[in-house]
């Protein structure tokens, strides 16, 4: 089946650094990818919409600045933490959708820790 | 707006038994799509069903199947003859067509422990 994914799985960085996540479609291509974002204990609370070649849909309250979207072909999109904090420690979890948008793929994860 | 609701926090459940966890929804698309995904303490995010609004049939995939009551908009999990292996976070989630442009929003989740 199709697979996500997500690149580095765990990653410490210091306070005032940029940090970059990767997201692959390995075997489709995503026209349409998701950034989410999820607290301990709570619920996957989208970030924003990152479609090819185009700018980045954000939710209300991402400062777009802060979370740097690129979605430069149609198997990769990274996020880009910018000027990290310790408050953006969490997990971050893309997802993709296949042509159909009936099923949409997850990758792995990546648990980001700003010290 | 879309909004999901899961109003089970946690559930414990005895190994074999069937458990279902509730899931209501509310849209404005005429179209739209719903989804149950399991989520391990290891955090990867696993598709286990899809239901689309305008499906006749509940769907089905192995143990797990989705009581889909469009009236109520309701999209109930049922797990039959739980496995310990069951135990994890189950997240309902739902997806319109227009108006809010293929966003995928999700419930607060259910912890699912299951008991031998």
């Known amino acids: 089946g199709a697979v996500v994914s997500q690149h580095p799985s765990r990653v410490i960085c210091k306070s005032g650094t940029s940090v970059k996540i990767e997201c692959r479609s390995l075997?489709?291509?995503?026209?349409?990818m998701f950034w989410y974002r999820q607290f301990p204990k709570q619920s996957l609370m989208l970030m924003a919409t990152s479609n090819e070649g185009s700018k980045a849909t954000y939710e209300q309250g991402v400062e777009k600045d802060k979370f740097l979207i690129n979605h430069a072909s149609l198997t990769l999109s990274t996020l880009t933490v910018t000027s990290a904090h310790p408050e953006d420690s969490s997990f971050y979890i893309c997802?993709?959708?296949?042509?159909?948008?009936?099923?949409?793929?997850f990758g792995e994860g990546s648990w980001l820790t700003v010290v | 707006a879309q909004k999901i609701t899961q109003t089970q926090p946690g559930m414990f459940v005895q190994e074999k038994e069937a458990v279902t966890l509730d899931c209501t929804y509310d849209t404005s698309d005429p179209s739209y799509g719903l989804f149950w995904y399991k989520q391990p303490s290891s955090g990867e995010m696993i598709f286990l069903i899809y239901q689309g609004s305008y499906d006749q049939q509940n769907a089905t995939e192995g143990r797990y199947s989705l009581n889909f009551q469009k009236a109520r908009k309701s999209a109930n999990l049922v797990i039959s003859a739980s496995q310990l292996g069951d135990s994890a976070m189950y997240f309902c989630?739902?997806?319109?067509?227009?108006?809010?442009?293929?966003?995928?929003?999700f419930g607060s989740g259910t912890r699912l422990s299951i008991r031998p």
């Open positions: 989630a739902m997806r319109g067509r227009y108006s809010s442009a293929s966003k995928i929003i």
């Open positions: 075997d489709f291509q995503a026209t349409t």
């Open positions: 997802s993709a959708r296949d042509l159909l948008g009936n099923t949409i793929y």
